[in-house]
């Protein structure tokens, strides 16, 4: 019988915990990206109250620059307190009533999870199918909208768990109106990354998070409603089950009153504010040009490096880039090896994909020339340990 080691444990003596000193990490995952030390800065200058009026402008700024980046006029663009999942479940949330129809995909792992999101709001769920590593046919989108008469169809522009670009979505938001439906869009790994255009292309609801394509890190996430899917929204019989994301209370504090519902979390939105200034200084069509061309080059060094991409070139995503695992590569190994020889994250895959491929993402302030060049030469090395000749 083995004696159980006794620990002295006491509340009494403070835990000796040491200053905080991270490692210095290149993050090339699905995101959080590389924080620009603007935004750091930001974080550390001094608080003022949520209702200060000096931060009421700051408010409308953010506003304007959320405004801006998801190309939109909609009034109702708003950072919501939390990560992306929170300006999600705020989307599905309020927009899907009790008995409403919501039309989800089952090509990546958030699409399963906006079908937890719409079934806990007291939705049904319907789905319409590609296989992980594509992106949904229209033809099966008008095919599922023919059978089902959904009330919302949810869709994610950029699937960060297997590196598919959504393309044609005028065409699918086409579909959803000529039914009388509302169109949510997950532009979490799109937004200030790649191509999105949330009036244009006729979005009735997107919703985002600062730690991906604009490098900020998480905490405040970006959404948009327009009139339609607002007036929804307000028209609802009962009240949506979450209190702290309910948005007929948050228009209250976002809205024109300016009055309390929550302290909005102060430093996030400071950090918000500075990352969407760098994507208006840059000019956000030159970002997502910039995000095709630096991506495009970790693309090309990849194949290189005899790899094969998990996407197609058609709906291949800049911002997350999944390679497939080549045979007799140990995935996990590999990220390990460039965790402790190099301080770079990627990650590996999810759901259908895990252990298939690995996700190396190009985002924001992470894409960049050097790191590309970075990661790829630590990948090479990486590979080589494996025994596997490039
Ligand atoms: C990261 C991500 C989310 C969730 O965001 P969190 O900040 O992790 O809550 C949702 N959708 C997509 C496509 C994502 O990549």
């Known amino acids: 019988m083995s004696e159980t080691p006794q620990v002295e444990r006491s509340t009494e003596a403070a835990p000796a915990v040491d200053e905080l000193t991270p490692p210095d990490r290149t993050l090339m995952g699905p995101g959080p990206s590389d924080v620009h030390p603007r935004v750091l800065r930001a974080m550390s200058t001094p608080l003022v109250g949520h209702l200060d009026p000096s931060f009421i402008e700051i408010m409308d700024e953010v506003q304007d620059l959320l405004r801006y980046t998801f190309r939109t006029d909609n009034q109702w663009t708003i950072p919501v307190s939390g990560t992306g999942s929170a300006s999600m479940e705020a989307a599905i949330g309020n927009l899907v009533e009790p008995g409403d129809t919501m039309l989800v995909p089952t090509n990546g792992y958030f699409g399963g999870r906006m079908r937890s999101m719409a079934e806990r709001a007291g939705g049904e769920v319907v789905t319409v199918d590609a296989p992980w590593g594509e992106p949904l046919d229209p033809v099966d989108v008008e095919h599922a909208f023919d059978e089902h008469q959904p009330d919302v169809f949810g869709f994610v522009h950029a699937e960060t768990s297997t590196g598919v670009l959504q393309p044609n979505v005028p065409e699918l938001t086409d579909i959803a109106h000529a039914h009388d439906a509302y169109v949510i869009a997950d532009s979490v790994t799109s937004f200030g990354g790649v191509e999105l255009r949330v009036d ?134 590999v990220i390990d090896h460039l965790l402790a020889e190099y301080d770079i994250e990627i990650a590996s895959g999810l759901g259908d994909l895990a252990g298939d491929i690995w996700r190396i993402g190009c985002m924001g302030h992470s894409a960049r020339p050097k790191n590309v060049e970075y990661v790829l030469a630590a990948l090479e090395d990486a590979l080589a340990a494996q025994g596997y000749e490039a």
């Open 200 to 333: 244009e292309w006729d979005i009735d609801v997107a919703y985002s998070g600062p730690q991906k394509c604009i490098s900020c890190p998480p905490g405040a996430s970006p959404l948009t409603l327009n009139d339609r899917a607002m007036d929804k929204v307000l028209d609802r019989e009962e009240p949506p089950k979450s209190w702290y994301l309910d948005l007929s209370l948050l228009e209250g504090y976002w809205g024109d009153e300016r009055s309390y519902h929550h302290t909005a979390p102060i430093t996030n939105v400071y950090a918000l504010r500075e990352a969407l200034r760098l994507v208006a200084e840059e000019g956000i069509e030159a970002r997502w040009e910039r995000h095709n061309e630096v991506a495009g080059e970790l693309k090309a060094g990849l194949q290189d490096l005899g790899l094969e991409m998990n996407a197609a070139d058609e709906y291949w995503l800049p911002s997350l880039n999944a390679v497939r695992v080549p045979d007799g590569v140990d995935d996990a190994a």
